[in-house]
Structure formats: C-alpha cells, structure tokens
C-alpha cells in the first residue's frame, strides 16, 4: 500500500487501499465508538465492558492494532499509511484504545530499547490487547518541565535488580495498567542530564500503589501513584543505564505527533458540529449561518484546521524518514492544541448553552483541546525550545544571510 508523502508537508494523497482502510476506520468510530463515548468517559466496570466489547469488534472488521507490528500480531501498517487513518481514528478519544492502536508508544518503544527477556515476556500481550502499560515522568513537586530534577530515586539492589522509591501524578491510565515505565534517578544531582533511567515496573509489584485519581475537569483517567522500595529485575531497564532522555525523547516526539493527528479528527468533528447546527437553526432574523459574526467562526475554525494539517504532515514525514524532527513536533504541538482549543471553543459558542449541556460532545472535546496546551510540554516550552533553535542558526558564528 503505497502513500506519497509530499515534500512541502502538505497531507499526503493515500492510494484506494488506504483510502479504503480510512472509511473503515472513520465508519467504525462514527458508528460504534461515539454511541459508547458517555459510558467510556465514566470510567468503572461499565466502561470496562464497553471497552472490551468493542475491542471484539474491532478484531472481528480486522481493524485491531494497526500500525503495530504483524510478526507480534498487529497490522503492520508504516507509521506513514497509519497516519493517514489516525485522525479518523482519534476522532474519539477512546477511538486508539477500541482499536488498539493506543500502546504503538509502548510498543515502539519496548521493540527498540528492551532487553531480549522484557519484548519476550510484554510485547505480544500488548499488542493483542491483554496487557496496559502507562508512562509516568512527571511529579507534583518539581516542574514537569524539568524531568533533570527527577525527584523518583533507583538503586541497584542486592540481587541485581533495581529498588525505586517516589511519586508520579497525572500518570494517564495507572488505574487500569498492568505496567508502568517510571522515570527515576538512578545516578548524579537533581539537574544532572546524564543519570535518569527507565524502568518498567509490574503495577502488582509490592510497594506500588495508586494514591488517589485526579478528575481533569471533571474527566476520569489521570492517578497518583507511588513507589515505595518497588524492585525489578536487572533486565526491566528500558535503553541504558543513566540515558533515559534520549529514549524519552523519542518517544515524546513520536506520541505529541499521534496526538496531533487526533485532535485534528477531533477538531474537525467540532467543526461540523458548529456547521451543521448553523445552517439548521434558525430565528426570526433567519438561520445562525446568516450571521456574519458566525461566518466568522466557521471561517477562522477552517482556516486553523487548514493550516494546522500540513504542519502535522509535515512532522509525520520527518519521523517517518527517521529524521529530525524536534522542530517540526514543537510547531505541529503548539498549533494543533491551539486549534483544538479554539474550534471547540467556536462550537460551543454557536452551539449556546447546549454546547455546554450534556447532549453533544462538545464539553469533552474543549476539555481536551484546554487539557492539549499543557500536556506532553506546555505551550510555552515548546515556543522557547523552538524559537531557541531557530535563533541559533543567526547568532554571530552564522552564515549572514544575503
Ligand atoms: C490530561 C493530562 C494527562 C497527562 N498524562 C501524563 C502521563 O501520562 N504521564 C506523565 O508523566 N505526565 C502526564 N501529564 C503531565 C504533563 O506532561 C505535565 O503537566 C506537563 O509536562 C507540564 O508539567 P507541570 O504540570 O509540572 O507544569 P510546570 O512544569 O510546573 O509548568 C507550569 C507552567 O509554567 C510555564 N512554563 C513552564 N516551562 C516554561 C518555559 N520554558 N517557558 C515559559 N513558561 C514555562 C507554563 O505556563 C506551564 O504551563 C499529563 C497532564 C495532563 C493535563
């Protein structure tokens, strides 16, 4: 299945098979995730059923798990042709989870950075959907922003295996994980970049517990976790020893990428949303879509969907060719959670009071498109980071431009 990636960024044209494989996917969301959207965000056993029922299906159309590898059980589809059904796709939040595209980060980063012993003993499961891992960097007391001052302390113990004491909060899906991959200090000084390890850990290891949950904006999902003298073993070190950022970056740029590609699906969902009621609800003065002021919205909402998209592509390219990709992540990031934000704001205010009541999804999606601007970095990192490269290329020891 071949999928021409052009070379400005813009979305690549996708061949019949994938355009076929899209309409499958966006079909099976629309008709299948969505209804269950209330029942899944309410988290529980009920969502747990939900979730597997749908996981069934999901095998049963042959649409389970996508982009992971066929040799453990997956689609096999290239990052570059998944990336054209991922907006589809992530047009619910439960959509990756349903499908069983969600642990491609986990999986990615397991296949690459694992010992033989850890990709033998998880890979599969998680792929075939047995298992759930979650990936917890960040702590209440230091700045997420700053993961050199790592407050989660490893040693080696006695036995070869590793001890790890420390908290994580807004670790997404703890309470459901089979295991969690825990950034901790294993070596040197709270602001060392050399000395942070990953570690996988077993969430029914002694001395792991979940704290408490943290509703965001009233969303369930996000947990408190602690680590108390948690051991494992020697081989549940994930990359080397000490160089965790490297491993964490890779990750980062491949996950803030699939998330933009779903708050796209989402955006756009909000957007036809926004439309569809203007041009249906009308008053004394005539329909919304009469107003110029709504025009106004409809315009400004298209022309952030428009100009996020190629920016999008343009870092799936990048990733997908293995190159470097830290500007065009940091550009793509802050533009698509600004846009989420801003046609699920635009939705709702057309929508009046009922884009804030409980029949439409609009309340979930503005909550990700709010939740989108801090999580993965804050806007402002990736603003600072980005504008800090790019400066360094005019600085004295630059070429002066012509
Ligand atoms: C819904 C949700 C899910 C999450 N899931 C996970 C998860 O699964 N695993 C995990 O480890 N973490 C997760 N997080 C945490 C998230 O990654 C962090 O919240 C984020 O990285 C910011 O860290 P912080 O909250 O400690 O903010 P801080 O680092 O304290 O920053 C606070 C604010 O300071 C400002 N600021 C920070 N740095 C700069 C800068 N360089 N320049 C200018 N201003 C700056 C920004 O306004 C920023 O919002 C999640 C968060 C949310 C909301």
Do not use: N
């Amino acid at each position: 299945m071949a999928v021409s990636l052009t070379a400005s960024g813009a979305a690549p044209q996708p061949d019949d098979a994938a355009t076929e494989l899209r309409a499958r996917v966006e079909r099976f969301v629309r008709t299948r995730v969505i209804p269950q959207e209330s029942v899944l965000d309410a988290g529980g056993p009920a969502a747990g059923a939900a979730l597997r029922e749908l996981r069934s299906l999901a095998r049963t159309e042959g649409l389970w798990a996508l982009p992971l590898p066929a040799e453990l059980g997956g689609g096999g589809l290239p990052f570059s042709v998944y990336a054209q059904l991922a907006e589809a796709e992530g047009a619910s939040d439960h959509g990756p989870a349903a499908l069983g595209s969600a642990t491609l980060l986990d999986v990615t980063m397991l296949a690459r950075h694992a010992g033989t012993r850890v990709r033998e003993r998880y890979l599969e499961p998680l792929v075939s959907g047995e298992i759930r891992t979650c990936y917890a960097m960040t702590e209440a007391d230091v700045p997420g922003t700053d993961p050199l001052l790592t407050g989660t302390r490893g040693g080696y113990a006695a036995d070869g295996g590793w001890r790890i004491t420390g908290r994580k909060w807004f670790t997404s899906g703890a309470g459901a994980a089979d295991l969690v991959t825990v950034l901790a200090r294993t070596s040197g000084a709270p602001g060392d970049r050399e000395g942070l390890s990953l570690l996988l850990v077993p969430t029914d290891s002694p001395g792991f517990r979940i704290v408490r949950e943290l509703p965001v904006l009233g969303a369930a999902g996000q947990y408190e976790i602690e680590l108390d003298d948690v051991r494992v073993p020697g081989d549940h070190l994930i990359g080397e020893a000490g160089r965790a950022l490297a491993v964490a970056g890779e990750r980062l740029a491949l996950g803030r990428t699939l998330r933009c590609l779903r708050w796209l699906g989402q955006a756009q969902r909000a957007f036809d949303l926004m439309c569809a009621r203007a041009a249906t609800r009308s008053g004394s003065r005539g329909a919304l879509a009469d107003h110029q002021l709504v025009q106004q919205h409809v315009f400004d909402a298209l022309l952030a969907l428009r100009t996020t998209r190629p920016l999008v592509h343009e870092a799936v390219a990048l990733i997908a060719a293995g190159q470097d990709a830290r500007t065009e992540v940091g550009l793509a990031k802050v533009a698509a959670a600004r846009m989420l934000q801003q046609v699920t704001d635009s939705a709702i205010q057309v929508h009046g009071a009922a884009g804030l009541g409980p029949d439409t999804p609009l309340p979930a999606l503005f909550r990700g498109g709010r939740a989108a601007r801090i999580l993965d970095g804050p806007d402002e990192l990736h603003i600072t980071t980005v504008a800090r490269r790019i400066l360094r290329d005019y600085g004295p020891q630059a070429v002066t431009p012509g």
